[in-house]
T-cell receptor, first 110, second 116 residues
């Protein structure tokens, strides 16, 4: 979606950290989300952050939110080959449906 | 194991034919979405329903697309007549949306449509 931007591709080595970045435009977004899509499957929610938070950690996942710059990032620690997928950032604008970014394809090299 | 079920998984048809895609949302979810995914446009919202009422279908070409929820267990997306530019993967998602959050959306596996 034009309101949410992501880089298209990221390649990392197994065991390294991955950082996927996202910028959004709507400052009224209440929640921001990260979804994962594996080949041939639908999207699956990974994690989300409420707009009044700066950081959220969930096992290997760390979400950072810079509300001033409208920048969201997802860090995956100790990246594994099973993490290879497309990662979508999404925002909700009040009660409207989610707007998704174009997705970042993460490739993990063994 | 509750999940969103979509049929058909794959559909190949010729230009001008009618295509109907079906979705069974998760029982108890109050909101159903239709998204279309293509390489060029990414994920586009086509329409969504809350408590079976259409809330927004502004992303849908009205002349050929229609979306309905005849009952709480079935959502349909129809294309008539289909065109090659409609080729995409169509996803249905459902969720329990309360308050200001869009909540967690559960996606089906998608219906891959190819229009020749």
């Amino acid at each position: 979606g034009e309101d949410v931007e992501q880089s298209l591709f990221l390649s990392v080595r197994e065991g390294d950290s991955s950082v996927i970045n996202c910028t959004y435009t709507d400052s009224s977004s209440t929640y921001l989300y990260w979804y994962k899509q594996e080949p041939g499957a639908g999207l699956q929610l990974l994690t989300y952050i409420f707009s009044n938070m700066d950081m959220k950690q969930d096992q290997r996942l760390t979400v950072l939110l810079n509300k001033k710059d409208k920048h969201l990032s997802l860090r995956i620690a100790d990246t594994q080959t099973g993490d290879s997928a497309i990662y979508f950032c999404a925002e909700n604008q009040g009660r409207r449906a989610l707007t998704f970014g174009s997705g970042t394809r993460l490739q993990v090299q063994p | 194991d509750a999940r969103v079920t979509q049929t058909p998984r794959d559909k190949v048809t010729e230009m001008g034919q009618e295509v109907t895609m079906r979705c069974q949302p998760i029982l108890g979810h109050n909101t159903v979405f239709w998204y279309r995914q293509t390489m060029m446009q990414g994920l586009e919202l086509l329409a969504y329903f809350r408590n079976r009422a259409p809330l927004d279908d502004s992303g849908m070409p009205k002349d050929r697309f229609s979306a309905e929820m005849p009952d709480a267990t079935l959502a349909t997306l129809k294309i008539q007549p289909s065109e090659p530019r409609d080729s995409a993967v169509y996803f249905c998602a459902s969720g329990l949306v309360l308050g200001q959050g869009a909540g967690e959306l559960f996606f089906g596996e998608g219906s891959r449509l190819t229009v020749l």
